[in-house]
């Protein structure tokens, strides 16, 4: 496969991995820690929303980001005919 | 039937069961020993990495920690499954596509050098068997509280069923056998958590449960905690009282050592494709999910109900669950102003003492509870049948037997594989080469059952070690081997050095060499220390590298190689 078409994959790559992880920090460091005093002033389901995120809430994130990443991964495989037969 | 018939049966089942599957998946070879012949499927393997993933501590410690610590607890929570995004994102794919045995391996050929080889290995076998130590353990804690057998006999039977599949089936049957482990603990810690949010709350899954309303008064849990809580003089349990910065950098030393540990990294080698170790990431972070979000519910059931029975209570009427663990030692009660009723409250918080507490003639907290025993003691508490407490010693048991045997695996497969196979022994025949893993192996276990028994007084302390050296070496040299082509041997070696030397000497000190608190850096405690190490490990790399010779191109060509997916074949060690 030429160079420049690889270079073309690995630069979506590194870009979906940004946008994941910058999902993975607001979550777990953002609502979790940073914010989770102010969130706790809302409440859903019973509970202070900070207090939620912290205990609950970024590890549901966390499941989705994965399966996330793993579908747009194996879209961006085929599209670059680098995936394994 | 009482508590420990049914838990010779459950434990005797269970025993069986792994015995069964070890002598079913036997190893045949090398690739079968390391790495299962690379041909577990992802959703297998993700099971098996969460069983192996979840040890004592997970099953037994964190629900108690959380329980007594509340929001702060958290930082066990995201720390111990944030890492798997990092891990499915960022490590495990480029890893598989490499296809060797171990981590060393990557970090010995992406950074050319033999040297770099050996400190990989060094903090690889440091980490897995301080890790593997405190397993031993905790097997010998369940078996001596539930089957009444001397500590170190508890010990022995340990390391004997450890021993026999980890030596006969490798890692193929450590896989396999996990897989059954996972069942048996995840069953184990659900049913006590459904049983008891029926109870409380009157709804079957423990995650809503815990925002539910209390079936005894209507108040909602939560709400209910924090005004008991408040009363005792302790602080609000759902807000953060000490300071976030902190948490903050515990929670990322715990999600990058769990990124960085071994004997977690090399379960992503045993898929049989790039896609596979992507997917198998996902899974098995669903199945340690499954425990990660219950546990902050049997924590705060828990501490109500613990609360609620102890409040108040009279001595000579408290239930018989209250009797049994004082006999150990880990429960005990003492009747500070002679009134014959439990006083359980915070007396370090001082205006609480001489506003509260003073008034009603309390002279100081009487009851001191040992925070692993809530897990254990929580069936017993809600008053839950025999066999639910059974099920639970088993489930501590599979938690601490997967776990060790996917460390001690690490230790064989670093001695065999990275010290004697790829620096002191190349010529080694691959059936040598497997008789030698299965001896290491053999050493690994007994000693570290030794250890167990014996155990050296940093053990308990040197969890902090294990999560924050991982962060700080092989994280970055990792990342920094796969996404920067750039990234040489001078840089990698020294980063390494830096992040390893720092966060021990860090560690020691503020454990050992008379630091107090106060002269923690920034109000980071030890624990966190490691995230601090990763980053000082990521600057010194860049720098050094900047200012040497950029690696060679067959090195560069590697790195582009490992970065698509095609042409993965199987692990090997040509």
Known sequence: MANKDLQGYWRTNVRYLIGLLVVWFLVSYGAGIIFAPALNEFTIGGFPLGFWFAQQGSIYVFVVLIFVYVYLMNRLDRKYDVDEK | MDVQIWTFIIVGITFSIYIGVAIWARAGSTSDFYVAGGGVPPIVNGMATAADWMSAASFISMAGLISFMGYQGSQYLMGWTGGYVLLALLLAPYLRKFGKFTVPDFIGERYYSQTARLVAVFCALFVSFTYVVGQMKGVGLAFSRFLEVPFEWGVVIGVVIVLFYAVLGGMKGIT????????????????????????????????????????????????????????????????????????????????????????????????PKVSGARISAGWALIFIALLYTTAPAIAAFARTNMINTVKDAEYTSVPSWFKSWETTGLLSYEDKNGDGIIQYYNDANETFVEEVAAARGWEGNELTIDRDIIVLANPEIANLPAWVVALVVAGGLAAALSTAAGLLLVISSSIAHDLLKNWLKPDISEKNELIAARIAITVAVVVAGYFGINPPGFVAQVVAFAFGLAAASFFPAIVMGIFSKRMNMQGAVSGMVTGLIFTAVYIWYFKYGGGTPEQYWFGISPEGIGTLGMIFNFVVSLTVSAFTPAPPDDVQEMVENIRIPRGAGTASSH
Request: charged share 10%; glycine share 10%; aromatic share 12%.
């Open chain 2, 176 to 271: 396999y056998t996990q897989v059954a482990q996972y069942c048996v603990l995840i069953f184990a810690f659900m049913v006590p958590a459904i049983f008891i949010s029926m109870l409380m709350v009157g709804n079957p899954i423990p995650q809503l449960g815990l925002g539910g309303t209390l079936l005894s008064d209507g108040t909602p849990l939560l709400t209910k905690l924090n005004e008991l809580s408040v009363d005792l003089g302790f602080q609000e349990y759902t807000t953060a009282h000490k300071g976030r910065v902190d948490l903050f950098f515990v929670t990322a030393a715990l999600m990058l050592g769990t990124a960085g540990l071994p004997h977690v990294i090399v379960r992503f080698f045993t898929v």
